[in-house]
């Protein structure tokens, strides 16, 4: 279904995505890792076709995607309905006078009747416990109701492909539950960026990890990675901690898993 080959890509000559190659089917869950700056969002911005591959190529359901294709009006209009992208930060995705209006607006844009509109609003805003806040503007919701909002938007457009940017960043433990109990059940195609070690399992079973050096250092199952301490070292998601106890000073891996 997404297809990457060999694909890089820079900004203003500094290398974020280096030789790149994955093949994701439909309907898998795939968790995508690595430190700051080693090209989670890039490679979502990609798959999601609001930038393009400098070298390499990236083929969706087989068809070439470049700036040409994204010109092609039909196609964008089918594309942009089938893979969407959640930002880290809310705020960005959020512009609309009210919570209705923020969850029909994509629904407007593709010309859906005011009937079908209002039954997918009403629909995605009670999964979502965003009934009470339909009236209110969205920039007086919390951070994790913002985000579940911003989950929302692109939900009532039934995509194929949900690309997720760190989706529990603002969310409490127990809306963390939940929108992990929420994947699990979507039979979509999903790639998520997390911080967090101890959720990579409950999101997906192939991991992807992104290392320093810009290219993919891992694919593979989740839990083998989460066992193999030389390459979570490779990946930066492990360091060596040194602490006391009482006079004996002793080091020990740690996980970077402060969520
Ligand atoms: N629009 C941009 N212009 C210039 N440089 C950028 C731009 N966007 C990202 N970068 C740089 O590209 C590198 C990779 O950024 P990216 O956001 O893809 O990393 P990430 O793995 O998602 O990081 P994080 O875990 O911090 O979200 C970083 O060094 C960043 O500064």
Known sequence: ???L???CYSYEGEVVLKNISINVKEGEKVV??????SGKTTLLKVINAL???QKGFYFYCGVKIDKSKMKDRDFVKSFRKDVVLLFQNPDVMLFNPTVYDELAFSLRQLGLEDKEIKERVLYWADKFELSPYLDKPPFKLSGGQKQKLCLACLLVLEPKVLLLDEPTAN?????TGW????LYDLKA?????THNLSLAGELGERLLVLGEDHTIIYDGRVEDFLKDEEKMLKAGLLHKHKHKHG???HTHYHLHNYL
Request: no cysteine; net charge negative.
């Open 1 to 3: 279904m997404i297809e």
């Open 5 to 7: 080959k060999d694909v």
């Open 32 to 37: 995508l890792l690595g430190i700051n700056g």
């Open 51 to 53: 930038i393009f591959p």
């Open 171 to 175: 969310l409490d433990p127990k809306t």
């Open 179 to 182: 929108l992990v109990d929420f």
């Open 189 to 193: 195609t999903t790639i998520i960026t």
């Open 247 to 249: 006079e004996k000073e």
